[in-house]
C-alpha cells in the first residue's frame, strides 16, 4: 500500500515538476496581478508580524486601510499543514505545486477506494491534477482556489469511509480534512465541495430506502466530523463573519448584489469549451465568450470526456457513480448563473451565504474533479471488458459516424469559417488591421481545437479497435489511452503556462529577480518615501489598483481587493473613484500619481519620474495636493444624518468644506452642532494602534481619518471605550470632552483570539479521534 501511494505521489510529482520546470527549476513566478497582489502583502505583512510578534490583523496600505485575516488575506500562517511544510522551507508556490500533488493522489486513493485498477485510478487522479482549471489557478494566482480545490477528492475519500464504516478514525480524518479545506479560505470552492457532500448523503439516503433508520447513524457520523471541521477553521471564520456585514460582498441586504455575484456566469453555449478549447478563443484577447473576459477555457479533456461517457454508462447502477452525476449537473446549472436562473436563484436566495460570492462559473471546479473520476471508472470498464458482439456493433457504429462527421467537416470548412467569423464581435478600441489579425487568431483556435479532438478521436478509436480484436494486451492499451490523456490536457496546460506569440497572449511568468526589481523602490517611491508627515497617496487612472506600494509600505487610497469595505466602495461609485479633491483631502490624501497630465488648479506637479511596475516601466507626474488634511483634526460642526448614502449624498451635493462641516450618523443630537476648536498635539501610530494627544478648549469632535469598521477597531478616550460615529460614510468622528485627553484606535483582536483557541481545540480532538480509533482498530486486528 505505501510503495502504491509512494509511486502516485512520485509520478504527479514528476509531471507537476515538467510542466512547471521553470518555476522549480529556474526561479520564475507568475507575475499576473493577482499573483503580485498577495505577494506584495504578505511582504509587508510579513515585516509586521516580525516586528510586532504578533499575528496582524490589519493592513493600512489599501483603501486608506483594511483587515487582512477578516478579508481572506494573509492566511499561510493560519493554515496548518502550510505551518508544518514551513519548517522543510515548503513555502509560497513551491506550496502551491505540492497541493497540486496532493489533488492527483487524492483522486488515485478515492478510485482506488472503489477498487478499480491502478491505471484507471492513475487516469482520474493525474487528469484532475492537470485540469486547465487548476493550472490556471497557479498561472494567474488564484493559490487559494487551489490549494482548496486539491482537498475535493480526500474530502469524497474520507466521507465514503463515514458512511461506509463510521469508524471513529475516519471520522476524525474526515474532521481534519474538511477543516483543513475551509483553513485554506477558499470558501467558495468549498462550499461546492460541501454541495458535493450533501448530494452525497442523499443519494445515500435513497440509495438505501430499505434501511432508511440505519442510515441515520451514518449521517450523524458525517454531520459531527464536518461540524468539527467547522471548529478547526473557526480562527479565520470568525473574524470573517465579523466583518462579513461591512464587507462589499456583505453589506447590500446580507449579500453581494445580484448583478455583481452573477458577473463570470458560464453560459450553456460555452460548455462547448469542455471538448473545443478554442471554442470562443482560448483566452485574453481572442476571447469573444458571454463572460466580461478570461485566461483560459474551461475544457475538460476529449479522452477524458470519452471516458466519462463510458464510466455513467456501464456503472449506470451504482450509487457513487449516480452522486458523481447528479452533483455534477446540479453544480453545472449553478454555474450558469443568470443564464439558468431558477437553479442559481434557489441558492442565491435561501442557501446559507451562498450570495456572498461571485463567479458562478467557478462550481466548474467540482464538475471537472467528477468527470474525472466518472473517467476512471470508463477507463476501467474497458480494461475490464472488452465488449463482445454488442462491443463490436457500437465500435463499428462510431468509427462509421467518426468517418462521416470528418468528411461533413472537411467538405463544409468554408461556410464553417464564414459563419463563425460572422459571429465574432468586434474588437474595441483597436485599429481594423489589428481587430482583423484577432478574428484570424479566433478562426485559428477554433479550427485547431477540431484538428486535435479529429487527432484524438482517431487515436482513441485505433486503441478500442486493438483491445477488442484482443491484438495487444488490455494493460499496454491501458497504459496507451492514459498517456493520450495526459497529451491531451498536457497540450492545453502548455498553451495557458507558455502562450505562443501568434496567440496573442503573453506568458505569466517572470524571473523572481525582476519580479523583485519591479516591487523594489525605484525614483518615485523613494520621493514619496523621502516626504515629511503622515499622509496617502491616491494613484490615479489605471494606477488605481497597483499594489507595488503596498510591498514599500507606503498607503493609498487605491488598491485592490474583492471584499474591500462596503462603505469604501460606496465611496468609490458616488465620487467616480474619488475624483474631488475634497473627497482626496480628507483621506489624507498628500500626493497624486498619474500617467497622464492632469491640469487642476488644487495638484501642483511636483516630479516627472518612470514608476517601475510588475508589467513594465510607467512613466508617471507626481503632484502635491494643495490644503491636505492632517490624519485627524478637529472640525467646528457635525450634523446627524441616518445613513452613510445621506452624508454622501449632502456633502458631495453641496460642495461644503469638510473641515469645518461633518455629517455623522446616529448622533445623540437633532440637526447641526456646533463644538469648540480643539488641537491634534502628538501623533502616535502601530499597524494595529493610532493614538492622538490633543487639546481642546472645550466639547470638541475629532475626525480620524480611518475606515469606520466597528467590528474591527475599538475607541478609547483616555483608555475607556467610548462609541465611535461614523463621518462622512467612510471615517470616524470622536466626541472628545475639555482639556488634554489621550485618544486611541486599536484593532480588536478578541473575535480572532477566541477564533484561535477554538481552532486548536478542535484540531486536538480530531486528533485524538484519529489516534484513538486507529488504536482500536489496530487491537481489534490482534486480536
Known amino acids: ?136 489557478m497557479f498561472v494567474y494566482g488564484h493559490g487559494s482556489q487551489l490549494m482548496t480545490s486539491a482537498y475535493m477528492p480526500w474530502v469524497l475519500w474520507a466521507a465514503l469511509r463515514v458512511l461506509r464504516d463510521r469508524r471513529v478514525s475516519d471520522i476524525g480524518m474526515l474532521a481534519l480534512l474538511a477543516g483543513f479545506q475551509l483553513q485554506r479560505a477558499h470558501i467558495q470552492i468549498a462550499y461546492y465541495s460541501w454541495i458535493a457532500l450533501a448530494i452525497l448523503a442523499i443519494v445515500v439516503l435513497l440509495g438505501r430506502r430499505s434501511s432508511f433508520r440505519g442510515s441515520l447513524p451514518a449521517m450523524a457520523s458525517l454531520g459531527l466530523a464536518l461540524g468539527l471541521g467547522v471548529v478547526i477553521s473557526l480562527q479565520v471564520y470568525l473574524p470573517a463573519l465579523d466583518y462579513a456585514p461591512l464587507s462589499v460582498r456583505g453589506g447590500s441586504g446580507g449579500g453581494a448584489g445580484y448583478e455583481y455575484a452573477t458577473m463570470w456566469s458560464q453560459h450553456p453555449a460555452e460548455l462547448l469549451t469542455l471538448l473545443l478549447p478554442g471554442a470562443f478563443g482560448f483566452g485574453g484577447v481572442s476571447y469573444w465568450g458571454f463572460m466580461p473576459f478570461t485566461d483560459y477555457p474551461n475544457y475538460a479533456g476529449f479522452v477524458v470526456l470519452v471516458l466519462a461517457a463510458v464510466g455513467a454508462w456501464s ?114 478600441g483597436v485599429p481594423a488591421a489589428l481587430a482583423r489579425i484577432v478574428d484570424d487568431v479566433r478562426w485559428e483556435q477554433f479550427r485547431g481545437s477540431v484538428r486535435g479532438v479529429v487527432v484524438m478521436a482517431a487515436l482513441l478509436i485505433g486503441l478500442f479497435w486493438l483491445r477488442h480484436r484482443g491484438a495487444v494486451q488490455g494493460r499496454i492499451v491501458g497504459f496507451a489511452v492514459l498517456l493520450l490523456a495526459l497529451s491531451d490536457l498536457l497540450l492545453v496546460d502548455t498553451s495557458i503556462v507558455y502562450p505562443a506569440r501568434e496567440s496573442l497572449r503573453r506568458s505569466q511568468l517572470v524571473s523572481r529577480d525582476k519580479l523583485e526589481r519591479a516591487l523594489g523602490p525605484d525614483e518615485v517611491t523613494r520621493f514619496l518615501a523621502g516626504q515629511p508627515g503622515i499622509f496617502r497617496i491616491y494613484p490615479a487612472g489605471s494606477l488605481f489598483g497597483e499594489n507595488k506600494f503596498t510591498a514599500l509600505g507606503i498607503e493609498s487610497a487605491g488598491g485592490y481587493h474583492p471584499a474591500k469595505p462596503a462603505r469604501y466602495d460606496a465611496l468609490l461609485q458616488a465620487t467616480g473613484n474619488l475624483a474631488d479633491t475634497r473627497v482626496l483631502r480628507m483621506l489624507n490624501v498628500g500626493y497624486v500619481l498619474s500617467a497622464g497630465g492632469i491640469d487642476h488648479p488644487d495638484l501642483e506637479p511636483v516630479l516627472d519620474a518612470p514608476l517601475q511596475l510588475p508589467g ?6 507626481v503632484y502635491r495636493l494643495r490644503d491636505a488634511l492632517e490624519r485627524a483634526w478637529f472640525t467646528d460642526a457635525v450634523t446627524g444624518v441616518d445613513t452613510s448614502a445621506s452624508a454622501l449624498d449632502v456633502m458631495l451635493s453641496r460642495g461644503l468644506d469638510v473641515r469645518d462641516k461633518v455629517f455623522a450618523e446616529r448622533v445623540p443630537w437633532e440637526g447641526t452642532e456646533s463644538f469648540e476648536h480643539g488641537e491634534v498635539v502628538a501623533i502616535e501610530r502601530t499597524p494595529e494602534r493610532r493614538m492622538f494627544r490633543v487639546r481642546t478648549d472645550g466639547r470638541a469632535f475629532l475626525v480620524i481619518s480611518e475606515v469606520y469598521l466597528p467590528t474591527c477597531w475599538k475607541a478609547l478616550v483616555d483608555g475607556k471605550q467610548v462609541e465611535p460615529y461614523a463621518v462622512n460614510g467612510v471615517l470616524h468622528g470622536i466626541v472628545v470632552p475639555p482639556g488634554e485627553h489621550r485618544i486611541e484606535l486599536v484593532c480588536d483582536r478578541s473575535c480572532f483570539a477566541a477564533g484561535r483557541r477554538w481552532s486548536a481545540a478542535g484540531v486536538i480532538l480530531a486528533l485524538l479521534l484519529v489516534v484513538s480509533g486507529g488504536a482500536a482498530g489496530f487491537r481489534k486486528q490482534r486480536m
Open 315 to 428: 456503472w449506470r447502477g451504482n450509487l457513487f457513480i449516480r452522486f458523481l452525476l447528479a452533483s455534477s449537473l446540479f453544480l453545472l446549472l449553478v454555474a450558469f448563473g443568470t443564464f439558468w436562473s431558477p437553479v442559481y436563484d434557489l441558492m442565491y436566495h435561501y442557501a446559507p451565504f451562498f450570495n456572498r460570492f461571485r463567479v458562478p462559473s467557478m462550481s466548474l471546479a467540482a464538475v471537472m474533479l467528477h468527470l474525472c473520476l466518472l473517467a476512471g471508472f470508463g477507463l476501467h470498464t474497458l480494461l475490464e471488458r472488452p465488449g463482445g458482439q454488442q462491443g463490436t456493433r457500437l465500435l463499428k457504429t462510431v468509427s462509421l459516424l467518426f468517418a462521416v462527421v470528418l468528411i461533413g467537416v472537411l467538405l463544409a470548412e468554408p461556410w464553417i469559417e464564414s459563419s463563425l467569423r460572422s459571429l465574432f464581435p468586434p474588437v474595441r
Open 1 to 136: 500500500m505505501y510503495t502504491d501511494s509512494a509511486g502516485i505521489a512520485a509520478l504527479c510529482l514528476a509531471l507537476v515538476s515538467g510542466l512547471f520546470f521553470p518555476v522549480v527549476f529556474q526561479g520564475m513566478v507568475p507575475a499576473s496581478p493577482d499573483s503580485v497582489h498577495p505577494m506584495a502583502l504578505s511582504m509587508a505583512l510579513d515585516d509586521v508580524h516580525e516586528s510586532s510578534g504578533h499575528y496582524p490583523l490589519w493592513q493600512p496600505w489599501s483603501f486608506c486601510g483594511m483587515p487582512s485575516v477578516a478579508a481572506f488575506s494573509y492566511l499561510n500562517g493560519l493554515y496548518y499543514p502550510g505551518v508544518l511544510l514551513e519548517w522543510v522551507q515548503v513555502r509560497g508556490l513551491l506550496l502551491q505545486l505540492l497541493h497540486m500533488v496532493f489533488a492527483g493522489a487524492g483522486g488515485y486513493v478515492l478510485l482506488r477506494s472503489c477498487r478499480l485498477r491502478r491505471t484507471a485510478a492513475v487516469l482520474g487522479g493525474t487528469a484532475f491534477m492537470l485540469n486547465p482549471y487548476l493550472v490556471t
Open 616 to 621: 513594465g516601466e510607467v512613466d508617471v507626474t
